[in-house]
């Protein structure tokens, strides 16, 4: 990979891999997942290329932290949302936008603060 396109890379990285948890709080908005769900969503309708396992890693981190709560449904693990969450996921978006519009002179309106 030429010198210029590794910055890049480190970036897309950065924002997919290294933050998953805004793609699966998007997705756990809709509804409860089971984890393999959460892993095939990922993929298919954000196009991150990543494992099962790091998503998985990725659910353990965010159920440790107090993002997610898992329950039983079916005799399967499930995970949802916990109230506060949302918030959480408002301020990262406010973030984002921002540092479209400080940094890259564009910004993406997202109208209120709701989804």
């Given at each position: 990979m030429?010198?210029?396109?590794?910055?890049?890379?480190?970036?897309v990285s950065k924002?997919?891999?290294?933050n998953?948890?805004?793609?699966?709080?998007?997705?756990?908005m809709?509804?409860?997942?089971?984890?393999y769900e959460i892993a095939?969503e990922?993929?298919?309708?954000?196009?991150i290329?990543?494992t099962n396992?790091?998503?998985?890693?990725?659910?353990?981190?965010?159920e440790r932290?107090?993002?997610?709560?898992?329950f039983?449904?079916?005799?399967?693990?499930?995970?949802?949302?916990?109230p506060?969450?949302v918030?959480?996921?408002l301020?990262?978006r406010?973030?984002?936008?921002a540092?479209?519009?400080?940094?890259?002179?564009?910004?993406v309106d997202?109208?209120t603060r709701?989804?």
């Amino acid at each position: 990979m030429p010198v210029s396109q590794k910055a890049l890379a480190r970036l897309v990285s950065k924002l997919t891999k290294e933050n998953l948890w805004i793609y699966v709080v998007r997705l756990l908005m809709e509804r409860p997942m089971y984890g393999y769900e959460i892993a095939k969503e990922v993929r298919a309708r954000f196009n991150i290329d990543i494992t099962n396992v790091g998503v998985y890693m990725v659910l353990y981190k965010m159920e440790r932290d107090g993002l997610i709560e898992t329950f039983t449904s079916g005799g399967s693990k499930m995970y949802r949302l916990r109230p506060e969450t949302v918030e959480l996921w408002l301020k990262a978006r406010d973030f984002i936008s921002a540092v479209l519009r400080d940094v890259f002179g564009c910004g993406v309106d997202c109208g209120t603060r709701q989804v």
